[in-house]
Structures are given as C-alpha cells and as structure tokens.
C-alpha cells in the first residue's frame, strides 16, 4: 500500500507534467476507499474550445525553418517567464539606470540568474523529476538564515548569524542539486 502523501506527489506531478490536459478534470484520491476518482470540468472545457485557435509567428528570418522558429518561440516564452520569477521575489523594478556599466551590469547579473535557473530546472529534469523554479522555490521560503541578537551585561552585543535547520522537504531538494543542507555556518560578531 502506497501512502496517500505519495499518491498525492504523484497526482501532482502528472497535472504539472501534462497542464494542458490536467486542467480539464478534478481529481480526488480517497485514503480509506483507496480510490481515486477524476471527473471532467465541462464547463472549463467549452469555454477553451471556444478560444482554441492556433497561432501564427511572423518573422523575417528566412534562414530558420518553421520547428526552429517555434522552438525560439517557446525559448522566449520561457525566458519572459523566467525573468518573471526572478524579479518579482527581488522586488527588480525597471531598468532606469543611466550609465552604460550600471545597464551592462544589470543585463549580466539578470543573465547571470537565468542561467542558475536552467541550470537548477535541469539538474531536477536529469533526475525524472519535472518540475518548475516555482514550484521548487514556494517550500524553500520557510528555510531562512536568521539574526539573533543577545546583549550582554558589559553592554555589548553579541549577534549570532545563522540559518535555521532545514526540514526534510529543504534536504531532498538540496541533495538533489548536490548542495549542502546546511546553507552556512553560525557567524558570531
């Protein structure tokens, strides 16, 4: 017997792996009965076959063929995407810098953190697991590095830097980007 956290992972692997189809039912898993049960949303699935269409891309590049130019497309789509996720939680706003070395350095450290993020997407792919940096990012916001600051009696005070004892979920995820769990040592000041 399989336990019901497993069937759940697995239930939302497969929605994540096929959204395009797992959009279109409800799924349930029932513990005691040992069943799962999926019932199509009829509703959800008019209202895409009203909006299904398909789409046209309009380039001058005449040296790709048609699987190239939708492969850049999709590249771009994923990239957007990408920045997206990285800017938002780094509260990035607009680009206003007015000297040419502050714009290059933003492009470069923006560029910088795509690559981490594939690289990061990948390492999960390469293991069977598809998933996405959202996906990962959402439980490893409960693993912090905290600031711990404690006077003493001479009136001094003594800070202690350290990051919190990550939970099981954090350690998967680390092990599988081969990274040590414990994200740092204590720092004393």
Avoid at 65 to 91: G, Q
Avoid at 146 to 162: A, F, Q, Y
Wanted: aromatic share 8%; glycine share 4%.
């Amino acid at each position: 017997m399989r336990e019901e956290k497993n069937i759940h992972q697995a239930i939302g692997r497969l929605q994540e792996r096929y959204p395009r189809v797992a959009r279109y039912y409800r799924m349930d898993y029932e513990a005691e009965r040992q069943t799962l049960t999926w019932q199509e949303d009829s509703e959800k699935k008019s209202i895409a076959e009203k909006l299904d269409g398909g789409y046209v891309l309009k380039t001058d590049r005449q040296d790709l063929t048609a699987e190239e130019i939708w492969r850049t497309y999709i590249l771009l789509t994923r990239v957007e995407a990408a920045f997206r996720a990285m800017k938002s939680p780094l509260l990035e706003r607009p680009l206003f810098h007015h000297l040419e070395k502050r714009t290059q350095t933003h492009i470069f450290l923006c560029v910088l953190a795509y690559h981490l993020l594939v690289a990061i997407e990948k390492r999960f792919l390469d293991r069977g697991v598809h998933t996405s940096w959202w996906t990962l990012r959402a439980p490893l916001r409960t693993h912090q590095v905290v600031t711990v600051v404690l006077p003493t009696k001479d009136g001094k005070v003594l800070k202690i830097r350290k990051g919190t004892t990550p939970e099981p979920m954090h350690r998967e995820i680390y092990a599988t980007l081969q990274i040590p769990a414990e994200v740092m040592k204590p720092v004393k000041t």
